[in-house]
């Protein structure tokens, strides 16, 4: 089975960096693409940033405007989210998510999911 565990979130101030991390735990399917999302209070879940586990690539959604990156670590099973130039609307819950389905953007395209870490961005 698959289980993600999220890390890394907490207070931060306006302009400050944040880097979060995802804990990957695969047991019934290798070659998949690890997402990252944002859900706000009221607000429908957002895609931020994804990696494809087998060679790095990714891609990025608009949210963030440019202002993070996301990397692995094969060695530790582990996804990064390296966000900087934090806004108080940055403030949200981040969630990794895993797809066999390859780079995607869309909520629906992945299939487990972390319980998420919580970040708030003060100013």
């Known amino acids: 089975q698959v289980q993600l565990v999220e890390s890394g979130g907490g207070l931060v101030q306006a302009g400050g960096s944040l880097r979060l991390s995802c804990k990957v735990s695969?047991?019934?399917?290798?070659?998949?693409?690890v997402g990252w999302f944002r859900q706000a209070p009221g607000e429908e879940r957002e895609f931020v940033a994804a990696?494809?586990?087998?060679?790095?690539?990714?891609i990025y959604g608009d949210s963030m405007k440019g202002r993070c990156t996301v990397s692995r670590d094969s060695a530790k099973n582990t996804v990064y989210l390296q966000m900087n130039s934090l806004k108080p609307e940055d403030t949200a819950v981040y969630l990794c998510?895993?797809?066999?389905?390859?780079?995607?953007?869309?909520?629906?395209?992945?299939?487990?999911w972390g319980q998420g870490t919580q970040v708030t961005v003060s100013s």
């Open positions: 990696v494809r586990w087998s060679d790095g690539d990714t």
């Open positions: 695969i047991r019934i399917f290798t070659g998949y693409t």
């Open positions: 998510a895993v797809t066999r389905y390859g780079l995607a953007t869309t909520r629906t395209s992945y299939d487990f």
